[in-house]
């Protein structure tokens, strides 16, 4: 079955977390001065166009419904690699001294003119392998997005972090510590206010996702790279957007289907209750009741 859109896979083996653009003058997006990333060094490193060689492209971003977290999304692109340009080893590639870890891969979709990031991300590994019994060999380029990167970034003072700032102020600081780029923000202001921060030394990860816990929020990269942090409010009302339609007739077909039926949402309510100057806790039992009326009855 072909795609509706056409699928397109660029490699960019520049340094730094920003990904850059072509430079077209005047464009309103990426003519911009001052903005603008045209390179990481005086010889600019090369950015490629995998799209003819990919053979598979597998994508996992997104929250995990049990820590009630978005989680670090990764991509694995297969490219044919008839020449070795993708083998490390080969000094004749013209990317030899470029395939290192945390260089920049984007997926895209174009569809109807416009083209749509369906994920954007750094390297962690370089897979080659030689089937048994082919000539041709293949490369697994597998990708991590921009919570790798803050993982791997300790933290202990955050300048500047002082109490009664408000939840997307703090992490926008935290950010600023671990120098991610400005252009690679859209974050909310937050409705709870923090403690001073306590200097202790953890990963700027862990530092963000505790802002976003306080705030019972949403921190996430999304699929062009950016930083998202979603106040409380916008974290509600998101749940009530457009869905995305999939279905076999229309334009985003699916296929290997799997549903879920287990206990992962079966969550008992509880109130707080204040008897006699002191507080305590009344469990419903409405949702044992549903999946265990044996069990009160007896």
């Known amino acids: ?15 730094g977390a920003t990904f850059g653009y072509p430079f077209l003058l005047n464009d309103d997006e990426f003519g911009l001065l001052d903005t603008g990333a045209l390179s990481a060094s005086e010889v600019p490193a090369p950015i490629v166009d995998l799209t003819p060689d990919v053979r598979q492209i597998s994508i996992k971003r997104g929250r995990n419904i049990m820590r009630d977290q ?41 569809y109807s003119g416009t083209t749509y990031f369906l994920y954007s991300g750094y390297t962690t590994e ?32 955050v300048a500047s972090a002082t109490a009664g700032q408000d939840t997307g ?59 998202v942090f979603k ?5 509600i009302t998101s749940a009530s957007g457009t869905p995305i339609d999939f279905n076999q007739t229309g334009d985003i077909p699916y296929s290997n289907l799997v549903f879920a039926f287990d206990d992962k949402l079966i969550i008992n309510s509880a109130g707080m209750t204040r008897v006699g100057g002191t507080q305590q806790v009344a469990e419903s039992a409405d949702s044992i009741a549903k999946y265990f009326p044996h069990q009160l009855n007896e």
């Open 231 to 235: 106040n409380r409010s916008n974290t």
């Open 169 to 227: 102020t703090r992490i926008d600081k935290i950010l600023d510590e671990v120098s991610f780029p400005t252009s690679m923000r859209t974050l909310d202001t937050g409705a709870t206010l923090c403690v001073a921060d306590p200097a202790t030394a953890r990963t700027s990860l862990d530092a963000l996702l505790n802002a976003a816990f306080s705030e019972q929020g949403a921190f996430f990269i999304n699929s062009s790279g950016t930083a």
């Open 70 to 110: 978005y989680e670090a999304g990764t991509c694995i692109v297969r490219v044919l690699d008839p020449l070795s340009y993708f083998n490390p080893q080969s000094v004749t590639s013209p990317y030899f001294g470029f395939l290192t870890p945390l260089r920049k891969l984007r997926v895209a979709a174009t």
């Open 126 to 157: 370089y897979r080659y392998t030689y089937p048994q019994g082919q000539e041709t060999g293949y490369v697994d380029i597998i990708c991590a997005d921009a919570f790798r990167l803050m993982q791997q970034a300790t933290v202990t003072t």
């Open 1 to 15: 079955m072909s795609l509706p859109a056409q699928i397109s896979v660029s490699f960019d083996f520049s340094s």
